[in-house]
């Protein structure tokens, strides 16, 4: 059945590895804490790798199916891993949300996207702008600079070629700021 394109037997090797590529998932996401895998994403790799080795296993390959299953399972999430772990989908993967909490009910996107419609809204925002000038002070010479142009709305891009630097070397003081401006304000409000 295994190799002939039956569907039956599709569906019970389907179910009979749904164990086996639920394992590796996790497996693989516990390997790599600092990037937020998405274990469905993981299995849906898994299954196809499952399905290819339905339809590519013959018994002249000299092994048995569960090794070769295995095998073709384990390369095709390890080839989603290795295309997350690019530079442009890594920068998503290890990203924090702006919906850290930093006070009661409030969040980091709160502080930085804030309409202004009240009174009250314009002495809360004098108030943050006040503290995010204040932490401008707390960091590096390059980090300073790199915050006032981002803060100013110049992309990435904009900034790197602003300041000589290269694309990831403002990448990476973005991220730094971003953790730095995180821990400020969570210890100022």
């Known amino acids: ?15 009979k590895y749904q164990p086996v590529i639920d ?17 469905d994403e993981l299995i849906q790799e898994g299954n196809i790798g499952l399905i290819n080795a339905i339809s590519n296993y013959t018994e002249d390959k000299n092994c048995l199916f569960y090794s070769f299953a295995l095998l073709i399972i384990q390369r095709e999430m390890k080839r989603y891993i290795n295309t997350c772990l690019t530079n442009k989908n890594l920068i998503l993967l290890t ?35 006040d503290l995010l000038y204040k932490f401008k002070n ?10 006032e142009l981002k803060f ?14 290269k694309y990831k070397a403002v990448d990476n003081y973005l991220r730094s700021i971003k953790n730095k401006l995180t821990i400020y304000l969570k210890n100022k409000i």
């Open 23 to 39: 394992k590796f998932a996790k497996k693989y996401i516990d390997s790599y804490p600092g990037i937020k895998l998405d274990k």
């Open 152 to 165: 100013n709305n110049f992309s990435t891009k904009e900034i790197s070629s602003l300041l000589d630097l």
């Open 1 to 15: 059945m295994i190799g002939e394109n039956n569907e039956d037997a599709y569906n019970i090797m389907i179910d």
């Open 138 to 147: 707390e960091l590096t010479t390059n980090e300073s600079c790199v915050y």
């Open 95 to 129: 990203a924090d949300s702006l919906n850290v909490e930093i006070g009661e009910d409030l969040t980091l996107q709160d502080v930085l996207y804030k309409e202004k419609d009240s009174v009250e809204d314009k002495v809360i925002d004098t108030y943050y702008e």
